[in-house]
Nanobody, 121 residues
């Protein structure tokens, strides 16, 4: 069983920045896919950004079109952590952000507890 612990959410004004972190309780050496979903009140959960490592020396990033150019995902393998830098935040980015991870040697999807991001004047 893998635990994902998220941090970094909060309240920010439009145009501001936040950084979310997601730390796994195991090494990311065998990570396949890791990233963030978000869910706003009354809306479906949507995929925001993730990275995937389909093979040796392969690395890909994917972004929701509405956040591309504003959000950047990265990883710190030494700290078992995925990081989401969010810039130029907009009110429509307000949601609970959930970290998700899938490891190459484990068929289960893992989820964090969620962290609230609120963008408001």
């Amino acid at each position: 069983q893998v635990q994902l612990v998220e941090s970094g959410g909060g309240l920010v004004q439009p145009g501001g920045s936040l950084t979310l972190s997601c730390t796994a309780s195991r090494s990311l050496v065998h990570i396949n896919t890791m990233g963030w979903y978000r869910q706003a009140p009354g809306k479906e959960r949507e995929l925001v950004a993730y990275f995937t490592i389909p093979g040796i020396n392969e690395y890909r990033e994917t972004y929701l079109p509405s956040v591309k150019g504003r959000f950047t995902i990265s990883r710190d393998v030494a700290k078992n952590t995925a990081i989401l830098h969010m810039n130029n935040l907009k009110p429509e980015d307000t949601a609970v952000y959930y970290c998700s991870a899938l490891f190459a040697d484990d068929p289960r999807d893992y989820w964090g507890q969620g962290t609230q991001v609120t963008v408001s004047p």
